[in-house]
């Protein structure tokens, strides 16, 4: 599976063993350069671009596994997309061609190892071998990934008896814990014990294995704390650290990509060790159609801003494929696949589509080909993240190294809205001009906001140079004394807030309200709100005791960093409340509140 593709299958039987083995992912593994390096990485110095067999191998859409559930992989498929993207794709900067979970497998799901518990081809659906596929990769001036789930297969362990590679006297009873337990997403391998000086010689092995085929890409799934999984059992940060190590060993650059739904706890690691990490479970909908949007493809704006401040040269936050290039097996509105696009490059994801490149669509072609659009992902900029609470319209933003702003708007309700992305909210006053780089087109000056009526599932994508003023703000911390604090709420020590401290227990009642709030006249502002919350949480906001709105806030990725969101409130001129007030959930912690000197 592409990385969390089994976790959300039915239990049936032959799904049950494919998840259990299939547990696969794009991977990538690299050398020891890293992006906590100050030289350029070997690997991964930007998202990378290809394409990768998951999707295709898991969708029930006719015409595509007409030999049984998975069996899309195929050699002959493969051959077929690789030219494809040479022909299609390769110009605009794709070139990864990655073969997912299955490739050891029959039909069945039945495997096959080498004498040293290695995977190996499965003669039908590889006849030719690994290693000639990723050669003929190469021919098209293209890199070829392949796949592995974490740990020991069950099947390869060969009651223990099974010699490793270049390793003498150790075998797979020399490499897992005695009491066989298991790991990864689907446990279907047993769990790897690198406190025995066996078990690296096994990734090693594994390592050599891939370099010596020539591929360039190893998706590692699974793994864990993620994948479903929480607990020693099921903690694989020792795999993929011997993995980096591996990897390094063989000479070769290889870009280590892990899967899926990995824990933000150990972001930390997975930067160290890998180039790329699955922050989601599967964007397939394991349907008729490639993806739904209600399946997971709407869950990434909740689920990508906390991961925000982890991605850079070296280690991406992986959105999963982007399945916007075949119309109707994409299984998603026009809108939609410009949306689901548009998050991906502001992001900074991996663009990497599962869609069958032998009949892309116009539209499709066209999202996937759009230089403008790719220029954002690929280039010098940091990922966007939410500017505004998330809420059924967001804008999303970041600030470019020219000075320049890229700026998303998305309405992701259920019907048309109108969005509008204020100049305030991101630091400046006065006018901007709006470039349209979906459609290349400048739209002009615009003052103070830029505002477009969306479809359902809509989005634009701008470039705003500001010919503004930098903005003015006053701050208020939210621990000052003169602000009113009601039910549980109180102040805590916070060494990423502004002055060491923050309003938390926000909850259940909990209420904390700014008091002597000055502007110098009436109007509606945008409120820039520092807040920290290791999840997603809602609470209502409101001025003067008037009617209060509840707005969502992205979780800042853990309960140690702090982050903005602006929302417009009604001020009048002289002092003023602002209040928080969580009800009867729980609420973010507030660190502090900057107000305009202007509206």
């Known amino acids: ?132 596929v990723a050669d003929r990769i190469h021919t098209k001036g293209l890199k070829a990934g392949i796949y592995l789930p974490a740990g020991l297969e069950k099947e390869a362990y060969g009651d223990g008896k099974t010699p490793i590679w270049n390793a003498d006297g150790c075998t797979t009873a020399d490499i897992v814990y005695s009491d066989l337990r298991t790991t990864n997403g689907w446990d279907s391998s047993y769990k790897l014990d690198f406190s025995r000086p066996c078990t690296q010689k096994y990734i090693d092995s594994q390592a050599q294995l891939i370099a010596g085929w020539g591929y360039d890409f190893l998706k590692l799934d699974g793994v864990g704390p993620g994948s479903g999984k929480s607990g020693d059992q099921y903690d694989n940060v020792a795999d993929v650290a011997a993995w980096n190590k591996a990897i390094a060993a063989t000479g070769r650059p290889i870009h280590l990509e892990l899967s899926w739904s990995l824990d933000i706890g150990h972001a930390a690691d997975w930067k160290k060790y890998a180039q790329g990490w699955r922050i ?40 999963d494929s982007l399945d916007v290039g075949n119309g109707a097996m994409d299984g998603l509105t026009k809108a939609e696949r410009q949306s689901y696009a548009t998050l991906w490059a502001i992001a900074k994801s991996p663009l990497y589509t599962g869609d069958d490149l032998t009949r892309l669509d116009s539209y499709g072609l066209s999202l996937l080909t759009n230089k403008e659009v790719i220029a954002v992902n690929q280039g010098d900029t940091t990922p966007a993240r939410p500017i505004t609470p998330s809420d059924p319209q967001q804008v999303w ?17 259920d019907r048309p809205a109108a969005v509008s992305a204020s100049w305030a909210s991101l630091g ?158 729980y609420a973010p912690d507030i660190d502090r509140i900057d107000v305009p000197k202007s509206s």
């Open 428 to 585: 400046f006053t006065g006018k901007a001009a709006v470039r349209d780089l979906w459609n290349h087109e400048n739209l002009g000056t615009y003052k103070d906001k830029v505002t477009q009526a969306l479809p359902a599932h809509g989005s634009r994508l701008f470039t705003v140079t500001p010919h503004g003023s930098p903005l003015g703000f006053t701050g208020y911390e939210a621990e000052a004394a003169s602000n009113t604090l009601a039910g549980d709420a109180s102040v805590a020590d916070c060494s990423a807030c502004s002055g060491g401290h923050k309003v938390g227990n926000l909850y259940l009642g909990g209420k904390l309200t700014f008091n002597d709030v000055v502007v110098d006249k009436a109007g509606t502002y945008q409120v820039k709100i520092a807040y920290v919350s290791g999840d997603a949480r809602s609470v209502a906001i409101s001025a003067n005791g008037g009617g209060a709105t509840s707005h969502k806030f992205p979780s800042t990725g853990d309960w140690g960093t702090a982050e903005t969101v602006s929302v417009p409130l009604t001020l009048r001129a002289g002092s003023n409340t602002i209040s928080f007030d969580s009800g009867n959930s």
């Open 397 to 413: 933003a970041a600030k470019n190294p020219d000075g320049t702003y890229t700026v998303a708007l998305f309405n992701l309700a």
């Open 1 to 132: 599976m592409r990385s969390s593709s089994y976790s959300v299958m039915p239990a049936r039987t032959l799904r049950t063993l494919v998840v259990l083995a299939l547990a696969a992912g794009a991977g990538t593994v690299a050398p020891a350069a890293h992006a906590e390096t100050t030289d350029a990485p070997a690997v991964a110095a930007k998202p990378y671009m290809g394409w990768s067999s998951w999707s295709m191998q898991s969708s029930k859409y006719p015409g595509l596994n007409p030999d049984g559930d998975y069996s899309y992989l195929t050699e002959a498929n493969v051959t077929r997309q690789t030219d494809a993207l040479a022909a299609k794709l390769k110009k605009f900067g794709y070139e990864y061609v990655n073969i997912d979970a299955g490739w050891w497998r029959d039909n069945t799901w039945k495997p096959e190892y080498d004498q040293y518990g290695r995977q190996k081809a499965d003669p039908k659906r590889f006849p030719s071998g690994m290693k000639a």
């Open 280 to 319: 989601d479970t599967d964007v397939e909908c394991y349907c008729n159609t490639l993806v739904s949007w209600e399946n997971s493809v709407d869950d990434r704006w909740d689920d990508a801003p906390g991961w925000t401040r982890h991605a850079g040269p070296g280690g991406w936050n992986d959105l």
